[in-house]
């Protein structure tokens, strides 16, 4: 999440640098009570989305959905995705943005919320650069669930680890967790192994 890189975005797009946006979400993924959440996670996916940015229809509308999409995040609030979303927007129309472009970008983050059937190339897209996590190498994908409960520390362990379960689970349920061919290719054997040992550590 460079500096450089939010101003080459914005560029690319036709709108101002707007440094003072850039500077919010600093600052907001950086907040105390973030330990996935974070800066960290968005430049994760912001090197993949360098990988395969050839496979998105409208790459720009993407790449400023990954900014903003876990923008606003209280692991209490069933609205971040929305909120996040209406910001992105916002920004965007009073940037000179066109309202469909917002529109898009707006649809394209509510897709992270990950509870409906995804039609659109570029939204099957975000959503498997947000759950590459999920096949991550055993190691990454431990500390991404270690970081999840930190986020959640609230949740009595009795609640947080049914309703994560629930969550594992209806990934593996799945026929298949990514969308798009190189994600299923590149991460959904390992994804299905890190999901299945971590809901038998969480049965334990």
């Not at 209490?76 to 469909?100: P, R, V, Y």
């Amino acid at each position: 999440m460079t500096k450089d890189r939010w101003a080459k975005l914005m560029q690319s797009m036709g709108m101002p640098s707007s440094l003072s946006c850039y500077k919010r979400l600093i600052k907001a993924y950086s907040e105390t009570h973030r330990y996935y959440h974070t800066v960290a996670h968005i430049e994760a996916m912001l090197i993949h989305f360098d990988k395969v940015r050839n496979l998105a229809d409208s790459p720009d509308e993407v790449e400023i959905a990954i900014w903003f999409h876990d923008a606003i995040y209280n692991p209490l609030s069933s609205s971040n995705e929305i909120n996040s979303a209406q910001w992105a927007k916002d920004f965007l129309i009073s940037s000179g943005g066109e309202a469909t472009v917002a529109e898009r970008v707006y649809e394209l983050i509510m897709a992270t919320k990950h509870d409906g059937k995804i039609v659109e190339n570029d939204h099957k897209l975000i959503v498997d650069i947000d759950l590459t996590i999920l096949g991550a190498n055993e190691s990454v994908y431990d500390e991404f669930e270690a970081n999840v409960r930190k986020e959640y520390k609230l949740i009595p362990s009795v609640i947080f680890r049914k309703k994560r379960i629930a969550i594992l689970m209806s990934f593996l349920e799945e026929e298949a967790i990514y969308k798009l061919d190189y994600f299923k290719e590149n991460f959904e054997i390992q994804a299905r192994e890190n999901l299945n040992r971590a809901i038998s550590h969480l049965l334990k």
